[in-house]
Every structure is written in C-alpha cells, then in structure tokens.
C-alpha cells in the first residue's frame, strides 16, 4: 500500500484533513458481517449472480449507516480492458463517483485467476470508501492518504470480523507514505 502525494494548493488541507482521520465509525450490528459471510459463500460457488446480490445488499446496509446516497454495484466476471487504476488494489475494482458506481470482477486480468475473498472483500470496501469520502466526507477528490487506507481497514475487519492490526507506516521519496510490513509482522 502507497499513499498518494499531496495534491497542490487548493485542496492540500483536504488531504490533510483526509490523511488525519485515521477511524471510522462502524455499525454495532452483525448486518455487514453477515452480508460478507453470504458473499464468501457465493464466491466460493463463482455464482455471480448471488455475489452481485451480497454486494448489493452490502452496500445497501453500509449506505444506510453511514446516511450517503446509495451507490450502485456491477460485478463483473472480469477485469475489463480499460480501467482506471491508481493503486495496486485497483486492478480488482474501481469507482465512478459522477455515478456513483462501483465494479469489482472476480478475476484477474494476467493470469484469469479468481480473486481471493479477502481481497475481493478488501477490494469493496476500498471503493465504498471512495463513495463516503466523496458522499459523507465532502472531499473534492477522494486520496489514498494514510487515514483512507486505515477507514478501509477499519471496515474491513469489522466486516470480517478479523482483528485490526496497527498499520505502521515509513515515509517514500515525493512525500508520500507506505506500508512498513517489517514492523506490520512484528506488530510495534
Ligand atoms: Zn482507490
């Protein structure tokens, strides 16, 4: 995982704004929980159709809570030949926020393998992030700033119900920040 750089001028304190907010608020119910275990289910079936389904009503329940408009799912079998890609999780999926639309494919472009459940649920939750910063938050453009990617694990693992692990990160070249997976693994 790698941050974007801070855009200039105008919409730097956003980004700021964007890179501090490191929680998220999460549902007290199982809704999401259990969505995601249905979803499992239908992807270890490839049933696109009741994956779409989980997807949906996932969306739906995620919508709701966080009081957004709804936005609208396709899932496709695979990834399609032209798609916009900012980051390494967007070879899974990607969002439209002028309609407000999220795709998410179940396969891969190079080798047409499946996608794990954890990344396709990973790959979810990343996009509907996109939609609450847009949507919830009012950003101008939604960033992959350090507080973007930690809301998406928060969300993850609660509807995963796997535990969040502290993410540590290390400063790159051009002001931006990624993952430092030698201390994620030692966990200080
Ligand atoms: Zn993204």
């Not at 899974?92 to 393998?113: C, E, H, N, S």
């Amino acid at each position: 995982m790698l941050t974007d750089a801070a855009p200039r001028r105008k919409s730097r304190e956003l980004f700021g704004e964007s890179d501090r907010m490191r929680d998220l608020v999460l549902p007290d119910d199982g809704r999401l929980q259990k969505i995601a275990a249905s979803l499992e289910d239908a992807m270890k079936r490839e049933a696109l159709e009741d994956v779409s389904r989980s997807c949906a009503e996932f969306l739906a329940v995620a919508s709701d809570f966080y009081r957004v408009p709804m936005c609208s799912i396709r899932v496709l079998a695979a990834r399609p030949l032209r798609a916009r890609e900012r980051s390494t999780i967007e070879l899974f999926g990607d969002y439209q926020p002028g309609g407000r639309l999220i795709r998410v494919w179940m396969k891969t472009a190079v080798r047409k393998d499946v996608t794990s459940f954890g990344t396709f649920l990973s790959t979810l939750c990343h996009e509907f992030c996109h939609h609450l910063d847009f949507e919830r938050f009012g950003f101008r453009d939604s960033w992959h700033t350090r507080g973007f990617y930690e809301r998406t694990a928060a969300l993850y693992h609660h509807s995963r119900m796997t535990p969040v692990k502290r993410i540590f990160w290390v400063p790159v070249r051009g002001g931006r920040w990624r993952v430092d997976w030698s201390r994620m693994n030692r966990g200080r």
